[in-house]
């Protein structure tokens, strides 16, 4: 076998190794995403999820008040 083609194969196996860690990476990611939004947080989770919204909601209450939130 010529070293050419050895590098050749060499590399096209690279290629598609590389290219399936990635695919099966993005699969896993966005079917951990749909996941999330389907299941119920728990209890720890959902109070998290209220703070983040309830501190949200004061900054926009402040900015209202600083006129514009310039």
């Known amino acids: ?23 099966g990476y993005l699969v896993l990611v966005v079917s951990d995403l749909g996941r999330t939004k389907r299941e119920p947080l728990d209890p720890d989770g959902q109070r998290s999820l209220d ?9 926009r209450v402040n900015r209202g008040a600083r006129g514009g939130g310039w």
């Open 1 to 23: 076998m010529e070293p050419a083609m050895l590098h050749t194969i060499v590399v096209v196996v690279g290629v598609l190794f590389v290219a399936a860690v990635a695919v």
């Open 51 to 59: 703070a983040h919204e309830q501190r949200d909601a004061q900054r």
